[in-house]
């Protein structure tokens, strides 16, 4: 199965935190109202991962999201596998091989970001969103020690989790700042646009950008519901890469309209980016967002906790 530690096996994970996804809200120093999940509960939990895996593995939706992913990714001229590796649960990829003419496998040459995808634990439509992730994780064949997580909200349970399963789980809050130096997938599905904001701040240059694969809201999404002021002033940097960038919206399914909706693949040509003038790039400034009405990210610093 996929979604499994190192060795193929699922692990029980027991006397950790857990916590109920209801509201949150945002007080410097208090902690999280938390429960202790039992074993039972751990198992019917990763039970329900592995579920949703195979799920989305022989669903429309993913055959559709491969051929998107083929498009996109065939532009960084990935090296292609002689046979394909072992995925996350330690198991062939049977299904994988039944899709070898619509989708290549590839070297690890890619690493990958995931941001803000909330309690899988609770939640199903985080759980759905990390289950494609794992997916993804296996067709582009991005070794698992090379997936960083974080998110604000996540319960000890889920952190030992994604650890077991060989991820790295980040200390601490970047607020999407993270520069890099290699081809990236960032996974930021229903992210604050302040999220996409600060990676594109992060990573303004064309040598950056242009290895930058961004999944998460449509940018032009964004720019048909924000007033024009609203994104100039606060979001900067997704306003000026708007007539850079090129998306392919994930494929409409009405299963997994609340889990998917409004995302889209981001890329960042290179012919695109070097035509823009060097005046461009220079002086960009960190983002502020001192006159931003609504942040939607929890910003470094600022624990969450749950409330009834």
């Given at each position: ?53 195979e ?44 899709k070898?003419n ?5 070297r ?19 759980r759905?969103?990390l ?24 319960t ?78 606060d979001?900067?940097y997704?306003n ?7 998306e392919?919206?994930?494929p ?46 929890i ?10």
């Amino acid at each position: 199965m996929s979604a499994c530690p190192a060795e193929g096996e699922w692990k029980t994970i027991s006397k950790k935190k857990g916590v109920k996804k209801r509201k949150y809200n945002i007080r410097g120093t208090h902690q999280r109202e938390a429960e202790f999940l039992s074993v039972t509960e751990g198992e019917r939990i990763q039970q329900k991962i592995k579920e949703a895996v195979e799920e989305l593995r022989s669903s429309e939706f993913w055959t559709d999201c491969l051929e998107t992913i083929q498009r996109v990714v065939n532009v960084y001229h990935l090296a292609p596998l002689a046979s394909p590796s072992i995925p996350l649960g330690g198991e062939a990829p049977e299904s994988l091989e039944d899709k070898k003419n619509n989708v290549c496998h590839y070297r690890t040459t890619l690493d990958s970001v995931c941001y803000g995808i909330g309690n899988f634990s609770s939640s199903v439509t985080s759980r759905y969103q990390l289950a494609l992730l794992f997916l993804l994780l296996e067709t582009l064949q991005i070794s698992r020690d090379g997936c960083r997580f974080f998110d604000p909200l996540f319960t000890e349970w889920e952190k030992t989790f994604l650890k077991d399963c060989g991820m790295v789980v980040l200390k601490e809050n970047e607020e999407g700042k993270r520069s890099i130096d290699k081809p990236t997938l960032f996974y930021m599905i229903h992210c604050g646009k302040a999220l996409y904001n600060n990676l594109l701040w992060k990573n303004w240059s064309p040598q950056k950008l242009a290895q930058t694969i961004l999944i998460g809201n449509s940018f032009k999404g964004m720019e048909e519901r924000l007033p024009a002021r609203v994104l100039q002033r606060d979001y900067t940097y997704i306003n000026h890469i708007l007539t850079i960038t090129e998306e392919a919206a994930f494929p409409c399914s009405s299963r997994y309209m609340d889990v998917f909706n409004d995302t889209a693949i981001h890329q960042f040509p290179r012919k695109k980016l070097d035509a823009k003038p060097t005046e461009f790039w220079e002086g960009a400034a960190e983002p502020t967002y001192q006159e931003c009405e609504d942040l939607e990210i929890i910003q470094k610093g600022i624990e969450c906790f749950s409330v009834s």
